[in-house]
């Protein structure tokens, strides 16, 4: 079945049956469209990303199986656990979201390039500025030495990406997102050796779309506006 060509002048466009996603490459679903928030909120509420590169059009994704985090399961190695127990950083929610997102896309060594341009960069603080894209930070001193964003909708984290600038500040920051009380589980979309040692796992499409509709309508804290500061 051919890949769906999404108009950009209508948001409200509905996005294919996720059945219909390519499976070489996995889990692509349409191509074009807008990064409006109207659009993006669309994508996640049907487990559907954004996922594309410098000169390419927007690319939407919704791959099976799904790569997950169970909170309960996250797996804190022995040399985390002494980094958490030392209190190495200070932990914050949404206190630098645009720092975050930035630091996520510098170029990473043996890397190319960025997925995170700059037209995801802008949507993404814009969608953070509508209380829906959220970061969680960890800090050396003053120094934003580690921390991951994505999109919250109810109790379900979208992660998107994550940065270190020391050593297991990303982990340190996962790790918060995995003891907060308002998420349940964690999307991280397709598997990596580095998430996998940190307890994800892949679960069938249909279930994470199950986990999404009972989990992403429920209430609680909200994902989005309220810093917090801890040791």
Same mark, same amino acid.
């Given at each position: 079945?051919?890949?769906?060509? &999404?108009?950009?002048?209508?948001?409200?466009?509905?996005?294919?049956?996720?059945?219909?996603?390519?499976?070489?490459?996995?889990?692509?679903?349409?191509?074009?469209?807008?990064?409006?928030?109207?659009?993006?909120?669309?994508?996640?509420?049907?487990?559907?990303?954004?996922?594309?590169?410098?000169?390419?059009?927007?690319?939407?994704?919704?791959?099976?199986?799904?790569? %997950?985090?169970?909170?309960?399961?996250?797996?804190?190695?022995? $040399?985390?656990?002494?980094?958490?127990?030392?209190?190495?950083?200070?932990?914050?929610?949404?206190?630098?979201? +645009?720092?975050?997102?930035?630091?996520?896309?510098?170029?990473?060594?043996?890397?190319?390039?960025?997925? !995170?341009?700059?037209?995801? !960069?802008?949507?993404? !603080?814009?969608?953070h500025r509508l209380g829906h894209a959220v970061s969680f930070e960890a800090w050396a001193g003053d120094e934003l030495a580690g921390g991951v964003y994505g999109v919250q909708l109810g109790h379900v984290f979208f992660g998107e990406s994550m940065f $270190?600038?020391?050593?297991? +500040?990303?982990?340190?920051?996962?790790?918060?997102?995995?003891?907060?009380?308002?998420?349940? @589980?964690?999307?991280?979309?397709?598997?990596?050796?580095? &998430?996998?040692? @940190?307890?994800?796992?892949? !679960?069938?499409?249909?279930?994470?779309?199950?986990?999404?509709?009972?989990?992403?309508?429920?209430?609680?804290?909200?994902?989005?506006? %309220?810093?917090?500061?801890?040791?």
């Amino acid at each position: 079945m051919p890949v769906m060509l &999404l108009p950009t002048d209508d948001d409200d466009a509905p996005f294919p049956p996720v059945e219909s996603a390519t499976q070489v490459p996995n889990g692509l679903l349409a191509v074009g469209g807008s990064l409006r928030p109207r659009r993006l909120l669309a994508a996640y509420r049907h487990g559907v990303f954004p996922w594309f590169g410098e000169g390419e059009p927007v690319l939407w994704w919704s791959p099976d199986p799904r790569c %997950v985090i169970f909170p309960a399961r996250f797996h804190r190695s022995r $040399s985390l656990r002494r980094r958490l127990n030392k209190d190495c950083f200070t932990l914050t929610r949404n206190a630098d979201f +645009a720092g975050v997102i930035r630091a996520c896309a510098e170029p990473r060594p043996g890397s190319p390039g960025t997925w !995170i341009v700059q037209p995801m !960069i802008e949507a993404f !603080i814009e969608l953070h500025r509508l209380g829906h894209a959220v970061s969680f930070e960890a800090w050396a001193g003053d120094e934003l030495a580690g921390g991951v964003y994505g999109v919250q909708l109810g109790h379900v984290f979208f992660g998107e990406s994550m940065f $270190s600038r020391r050593t297991d +500040a990303s982990k340190v920051a996962l790790a918060h997102v995995a003891a907060t009380p308002d998420v349940e @589980l964690i999307d991280c979309q397709l598997p990596n050796p580095h &998430l996998e040692r @940190l307890g994800a796992e892949t !679960i069938p499409r249909a279930r994470f779309l199950h986990l999404l509709r009972e989990l992403g309508a429920a209430s609680g804290p909200a994902g989005g506006r %309220v810093t917090s500061r801890s040791r």
